[in-house]
């Protein structure tokens, strides 16, 4: 099997469709953005990894599969122009416009390139229940039964502790950020514990590494996140303006989900009841059960 994944953006996003490597026989090729091709590095030996900018290096052969994960249309126009024997997802029509393959309409019918418009996908999306993984994996001919993200090692960093919050949002979902990172932050150091607001890094793996060293990550749906369901790491996970039904929670994550989501559901603006309707004592009260659970566990293990 010669396949191609073309999955660019998000970081997150191409973290969760790794979990897809474990099905696929033979050799991948895997057309990423430049910033994503770190966490791509060495997590499989059939992997070989090419940068978008560096697309036209790919190996030009006949593909038994290739998989447009994108709904873009400078990278639908690229897959068209290769061959393959079977093709899933998005791809540009002769008049360049987008359009998907009907196996891939479970997935590309809740996007933004969805044939019934933007707000009945997104009516879709907010019925929708299953996960990311289960909607790609069926639409491919697979069950999806908990296969796990892959990630690279990451760069050694120095910051150790207890609970890390991610708190960054980025200016795409300005919703996400919810407003009270701070007092959760201070009512957990009252209870004597170690926490640390992740930083900015220069490398993806330092961001990784961080994850790794805690016993608990708090934040939105977002990349932490992602590192900490592919690193085993409990996490606590708040939903504001997004999907909670599309993260598998690979059984360590506790989602708390917004009572205003549907007013929000996929909305890019801001509005501060968003971001003030989940309360501190909630989020409290969710990561010291995780940490419990991981004392618990922990004990277990050295029995």
């Known amino acids: 099997m010669e396949t191609l994944i073309v999955k660019l953006d998000a970081t997150g996003d191409v973290v969760r469709t790794t979990s897809l490597l474990h099905r ?3 050799q991948v090729t895997w057309l990423t953005a430049a910033k994503n091709m770190v966490v791509l590095d060495n997590i499989g ?16 052969i006949a593909y038994d599969l290739v998989i447009n994960l994108e709904d873009r249309v400078d990278a639908a126009q690229f897959v068209r122009s290769l061959e393959s024997k079977q093709f899933f997802g998005a791809y540009a029509d002769a008049q360049n416009e987008l359009s998907y393959t009907d196996d891939s309409r479970e997935w590309f019918d809740l996007s933004i390139i969805s044939r019934y418009g933007k707000l009945k996908a997104d009516t879709l999306k907010l019925r929708n ?3 990311y993984q289960e909607l790609v994996f069926e639409g491919l001919g697979f069950q999806f039964t908990g296969e796990a993200y892959l990630l690279p090692k990451p760069i050694h960093a120095e910051l150790f502790g207890d609970v890390a919050i991610a708190a960054e949002s980025g200016a795409v979902w300005p919703m996400k950020k919810w407003a ?7 009512r957990l150091e009252q209870e004597g514990l170690v926490v640390n607001v992740l930083p900015k890094r220069s490398s993806l793996l330092e961001h990784l590494s961080d994850v790794q060293n805690h016993r608990c ?19 606590v996970t708040l939903f504001t303006c997004t999907s909670p039904w599309e993260i598998y929670d690979y059984g360590i994550q506790t989602k708390i989900v917004s009572s205003l989501l549907e007013e929000f559901f996929y909305k890019r603006c801001y509005d501060a009841r968003a971001t003030t309707a989940i309360s501190v004592d909630e989020v409290f009260e969710a990561v010291m059960a995780q940490l419990g659970r991981s004392v618990a566990s922990a004990r277990v293990v050295s029995i």
């Open 45 to 60: 030996e059939d992997l070989r990894c090419f940068s978008w900018e560096d697309r036209h290096q790919i190996p030009e």
């Open 217 to 235: 990550l708090v934040g939105g749906d977002s990349l932490p996140m992602h590192f900490a369901l592919g690193s085993g790491t409990p996490c």
């Open 24 to 26: 696929l026989r033979g």
């Open 129 to 131: 229940r299953k996960t």
């Open 180 to 186: 009270y990172y701070n007092q959760l932050e201070s």
